[in-house]
């Protein structure tokens, strides 16, 4: 009998995890990856007995593994906030999937632990961008001010963090990650106690970003702005951070971040209007490697050639939505 922990490697999945085995610590095996590493569950084995946790990776991109595992005799835990498309009726499978634009699995998370963890769960939302949701939260728990900015720069870092187009792009793998945030039930304590690692964090993002600041864009209007960055390692791990950076300098406006790939093609990173959180993940379904969720999604392949038709058509359907 194995315990699998399966979860994205951005901030909101490790934080749900983390929540997870604090309040129930249990030796597990990690499976994870870069933020865009979503059909883990085609790496897992598991069989009669088998307890697997699923974490903030689409129930659809994973519904053959699901299957596969609940098949065999496994037993599933799943939380998630993306397209879950029809969730399989099954003895053996617990979903708690919530779709709706101002939730993270980190904060369905928190509610099924009834806020045992809640710092994590605003260190989560922080990092996928749900900042009205996190702030929220931190009122709810009287969190001093000098806190919530600590946890929000904290889950920003971490969100930071899962982006690049392998584990060689990143400061820090997701499971090692996780490992290290784990003896510490207060994010807080993480901070000051793992100084070494959250500086690394902090000194990458910031050098990032501001590499990524000097980059025009090659549209921008009142609706919707589209940046090109180079095919280069800082450019794939600021690529998300970057994309909710602008979001919440524009929040009437719908960003798309593309990185060039080496094969000539594009990894996209959207976000729909802050003001208008909808879209996001109908527009990148639009294409064969592409989801998400209403506010934030993302295509993993946009053919090179596309360049021109994608910024078309990105600015009329958010003009469209916008009327």
């Not at 998370?109 to 939260?137: C, H, Q, T």
């Not at 990524?212 to 864009?217: F, K, N, Q, V």
């Not at 406006?253 to 093609?265: C, I, Q, S, W, Y």
Request: aromatic content about 8%; glycine content about 8%.
């Amino acid at each position: 009998m194995s315990q699998i922990d399966v979860f994205n490697g951005d901030a909101d999945g490790l934080c749900s995890l983390l929540q997870l085995r604090l309040a129930n610590p249990v030796a597990s095996q990690l499976v994870s990856g870069v933020k865009r590493d979503i059909a883990l569950l085609n790496r897992v084995e598991a069989g009669e007995g088998d307890q697997l946790t699923v974490l903030d990776v689409s129930l659809d991109k994973n519904r053959d593994g699901l299957q596969r595992a609940l098949d065999n005799g496994a037993k599933v835990f799943y939380a998630d906030h993306h397209f879950a498309g029809d969730i399989p009726q099954h003895h053996a499978l617990e979903a708690h999937i919530n779709t709706a634009a101002d939730v993270c699995t980190a904060l369905l998370i928190n509610g099924y632990l009834k806020n045992a963890y809640a710092e994590w769960a605003v260190v989560g939302a922080f990092g996928d961008n749900l900042r009205n949701s996190a702030l929220s939260l931190a009122q709810q728990h009287k969190l001093p001010a000098g806190d919530v900015e600590q946890l929000e720069n904290l889950g920003i870092y971490l969100n930071y963090n899962g982006y690049g187009a392998s584990v060689e792009d990143l400061h820090f793998h997701p499971e090692a990650l996780f490992t290290e945030l784990l003896p510490f039930s207060r994010p807080q304590a993480f901070i000051s106690d793992g100084a070494t690692t959250f500086s690394k964090l902090q000194d990458g993002y910031n050098n990032d970003m501001a590499a990524a600041a000097d980059i025009a864009p090659v549209h921008a209007d009142a609706t919707a702005a589209v940046i090109v960055l180079p095919n280069a390692a800082w450019a794939r791990r600021v690529s998300g951070v970057y994309s909710n950076d602008l979001a919440n300098a524009h929040p009437d406006r719908a960003h798309a971040v593309l990185t060039e790939k080496d094969n000539g093609n594009y990894l996209v990173s959207i976000r729909a209007p802050l003001n208008n959180k909808q879209g996001a993940d109908e527009f990148c379904r639009r294409f064969p490697t592409g989801g998400g969720r209403a506010a934030a999604a993302g295509i993993n392949d946009l053919p090179g050639e596309n360049l021109a038709t994608f910024v078309d058509d990105f600015g009329a359907f958010y003009r469209d939505l916008s009327q």
